[in-house]
T-cell receptor
Framework: DAGVTQSPTHLIKTRGQQVTLRCSPK?????VSWYQQALGQGPQFIFQ???????QRGNFPDRFSGHQFPNYSSELNVNALLLGDSALYLC????????????FGQGTRLTVV | KQEVTQIPAALSVPEGENLVLNCSFT??????LQWFRQDPGKGLTSLLL?????REQTSGRLNASLDKSSGRSTLYIAASQPGDSATYLC??????????FGTGTRLKVLA
């Protein structure tokens, strides 16, 4: 079992550009959530996808969007990048049914210059 | 609005000490609480999951307790080792896997 995998591991982008981050959930999991973790802070919930639809959303602007594919993998897109978007982006997978653990990937470190 | 606080923010102890990390949350209507470990620049590793109906969970040298009514959880680490050095995060789940995290406790275990 490969667990939760994220790509790429590191990324450097320029202000104003767009970025796409990818996540493959743990085998058997159907729900993917995305978190943003600024340096020295706890992760902040961005949004969650289940059955290819956004099910919940945190307090993030519309520049942040996502997608879930039929195989449950997911993408996080950020448009018009700001310096403040520099952070570690974490993907978590879980089962919609049942009260079980959430598993996190190793994250994508995004640096906006 | 659920808020999660972790105390202390940082902790430095000599190897072999037993230690307690604290997590408090403002809304007791939680589904479960999960403790994670995070090494610098890395993702989160799940340590223990406590369901709302449970009082504690144990895994090796780790023991986590939950007192939902008072909004508190503790992570007890026995016989600490330098390899335990990391940031420890607690997160509460209200039932939809939207985790609310604390800011973590940075632990350093000195050899």
């Amino acid at each position: 079992d490969a667990g939760v995998t994220q790509s790429p591991t590191h990324l450097i982008k320029t202000r104003g550009q767009q970025v796409t981050l990818r996540c493959s959930p743990k085998s058997g999991h159907d729900t993917v959530s995305w978190y943003q973790q600024a340096l020295g802070q706890g992760p902040q919930f961005i949004f969650q996808y289940y059955e290819e639809e956004e099910r919940q959303r945190g307090n993030f602007p519309d520049r942040f969007s996502g997608h879930q594919f039929p195989n449950y993998s997911s993408e996080l897109n950020v448009n018009a990048l700001l310096l403040g978007d520099s952070a570690l982006y974490l993907c978590a997978s879980s089962l919609a049914q049942g009260n079980t653990e959430a598993f996190f990937g190793q994250g994508t470190r995004l640096t906006v210059v | 609005k659920q808020e999660v606080t972790q105390i202390p923010a940082a902790l430095s102890v000599p190897e072999g000490e037993n230690l307690v990390l604290n997590c408090s949350f403002t809304d007791s209507a939680i589904y479960n609480l999960q403790w994670f470990r995070q090494d610098p620049g890395k993702g989160l590793t799940s340590l223990l999951l406590i369901q709302s109906s449970q009082r504690e969970q144990t895994s090796g040298r780790l023991n986590a307790s939950l007192d939902k009514s008072s909004g508190r959880s503790t992570l007890y680490i026995a016989a600490s080792q330098p390899g335990d050095s990391a940031t420890y995060l607690c997160a509460v789940n209200k039932g939809t896997y939207k985790y609310i995290f604390g800011t973590g406790t940075r632990l350093k275990v000195l050899a």
